[in-house]
């Protein structure tokens, strides 16, 4: 059985960073597809950033040049840390896996339909 733990949510201003990470159990993030999604009030859930098996990673225009998607391999957690943070990336993020390896483009790794298991979700606020 997947289970998926997010953590490392905050309230910040504008400017600062925060590490958001999400622990893995019953299958390897090595050898899935991860995704990091957020849902802010109101709003369409969205894909920040993912990876997949080989390491291609792909990120939202939106947050590229400011968020980093990576894993750790032996503690089998997926992290996102972000940097530079705005009023617009508050919402709830939430981390996503696909088991089974894959090599797939940018636009599968933003997609949530495409992953099957999901976390409960940790919330960023980003004050002005």
């Known amino acids: 059985q997947v289970q998926l733990v997010e953590s490392g949510g905050g309230s910040v201003q504008a400017g600062g960073s925060l590490r958001l990470s999400c622990a893995a159990s019953?299958?390897?993030?090595?050898?899935?597809?991860m995704g990091w999604f957020r849902q802010a009030p109101g709003k369409e859930r969205e894909g920040v950033a993912g990876?997949?098996?080989?390491?291609?990673?792909s990120y939202a225009d939106s947050v590229k040049g400011r968020f980093t998607i990576s894993r750790d391999y032996a503690q089998n957690t997926l992290y996102l840390e972000m940097n530079s943070l705005k009023p617009e990336d508050t919402a709830m993020y939430y981390c996503?896996?696909?088991?089974?390896?894959?090599?797939?483009?940018?636009?599968?790794?933003?997609?949530?339909?495409?992953?099957?298991?999901w976390g409960q979700g940790t919330q960023v606020t980003v004050s002005s």
């Open positions: 990876i997949d098996t080989n390491g291609h990673s």
């Open positions: 019953g299958y390897t993030v090595s050898n899935s597809c």
């Open positions: 996503a896996m696909r088991p089974g390896a894959r090599i797939v483009d940018d636009a599968w790794l933003l997609t949530s339909s495409k992953f099957a298991f």
